[in-house]
């Protein structure tokens, strides 16, 4: 059963650093073409993409938020980690991780199939 | 980036009628897409992916189709829980950018 859980504060202050992790189950980060992508939502507002990386350590991140974000992962804690710094009242949303991996049976890329039930975060003084 | 363009914003539609959701991205992502749905205080769910598969546990009525830029998700015979917002998103290029969504609300 693939299990994915968000923990993390659920208030910062603005210019703090949010740290957020990701605990998975049910699957390895170790396992081939396997990843795990983190997600972003605003209230009443829709998704936004912000992150991943996978088995290989490869990352990507969203254009718009790279110079204040770090993705990394712990393999023996089956977690993965996002860091954005100086946040702002605009980055209150609820942060959900997901899982992506390429299904080389059939050839696949299968984005984000599996979703944590998401933790708000709240940017307030 | 590639930009997603999804329409309508919001539709309006009764339990049995057929819906068309399109999703127009700013250039070619050669099938890589895929469609969600979200229900209020819910993760979004996984529907389709690839462009036209059917992800596993979705029901057949949900079907997606196109090419190049531009794609549709088709929800035939409208169930009561198809009631929800819809987001497509591609994955062509490393930013896996998501469309703005589409309401879907009970007519």
Redesign the interface.
């Known amino acids: 059963q693939v299990i994915l859980k968000e923990s993390g504060p659920a208030l910062v202050k603005p210019t703090e650093t949010l740290t957020l992790t990701c605990t998975v189950s049910g699957f390895s980060l170790t396992d081939a073409k396997m990843g795990v992508?983190w997600?972003r939502q605003p209230p009443g507002k829709?998704?936004?993409?912000v992150a991943?990386i996978f088995s290989s350590d490869e990352k990507?991140y969203?254009?718009s938020l790279k110079s204040r974000l770090a993705i990394s992962k712990d393999t023996s804690k089956s977690q993965v980690v996002l860091t954005m710094t100086n946040m702002d009242p605009v980055d209150t949303a609820t942060y959900?991780c997901?899982r992506i991996w390429d299904d080389f049976l059939t050839g696949?890329?299968?984005?984000?199939?599996y979703?944590?039930?998401?933790t708000l975060v709240t940017v307030s003084s | 980036d590639i930009q997603m363009t999804q329409s309508p914003s919001s539709l309006s539609a009764s339990v049995g009628d057929r819906v068309t959701i399109t999703c127009r991205a700013s250039q070619d992502i050669s099938h890589a897409l895929a469609w969600y749905q979200q229900k209020p205080g819910k993760a979004p769910k996984l529907l389709l992916y690839a462009a036209s598969r059917l992800q596993s546990g979705v029901p057949s009525r949900f079907r997606g189709s196109g090419s190049g830029t531009a794609y549709s998700l088709t929800i035939n015979t409208l169930q009561p829980e198809d009631f929800a917002t819809y987001y497509c998103q591609h994955y062509y290029s490393t930013a896996h950018t998501f469309s703005q969504g589409t309401k879907l609300e009970i007519k």
Do not use: C, N, V
């Open positions: 992508g997600i829709a998704l936004e993409w991943h990507s969203s254009t959900y997901a696949y890329y299968i984005p984000f199939d979703w944590g039930q998401g």
